[in-house]
């Protein structure tokens, strides 16, 4: 079971910006794809950002050019920056792990809150 945690959360207002850290306990080498997906009250988990091991990247339109993944192979974490927040990014985010066979491992979350 791979272990994964996340980091970097906490309050901020609009248009403020806010980095999150995920740290998984698997090589990078047998990590597929990394990522990050958001979770609000009373809506389903969805996806924010993916980045492959080759670097490949894909975002949620309602992300797009304001926040940017970032992977480090070496150090088997991924970061996520936000800037520009806005109230509908409050949620709790997660990340994921995907490896080379498949398997699929989440972390706790951490609680991101835009006030308005």
């Known amino acids: 079971q791979v272990q994964v945690a996340e980091s970097g959360g906490g309050l901020v207002q609009a248009g403020e910006s806010l980095r999150l850290s995920c740290a998984a306990s698997?090589?990078?080498?047998?990590?597929?794809?990394m990522g990050w997906y958001r979770q609000a009250p009373g809506k389903q988990r969805e996806l924010v950002a993916t980045?492959?091991?080759?670097?490949?990247?894909n975002y949620a339109d309602a992300v797009k050019g304001r926040f940017t993944i970032s992977r480090d192979s070496a150090k088997n974490t991924v970061s996520l920056q936000m800037n520009s927040l806005k109230s509908d990014d409050t949620a709790v985010y997660y990340c994921?792990?995907?490896?080379?066979?498949?398997?699929?491992?989440w972390g706790k979350g951490t609680l991101v809150t835009v006030s308005s």
């Open positions: 698997e090589s990078g080498l047998r990590i597929r794809v």
């Open positions: 994921n792990i995907v490896l080379l066979n498949g398997v699929s491992s």
């Open positions: 980045v492959s091991g080759i670097g490949t990247s």
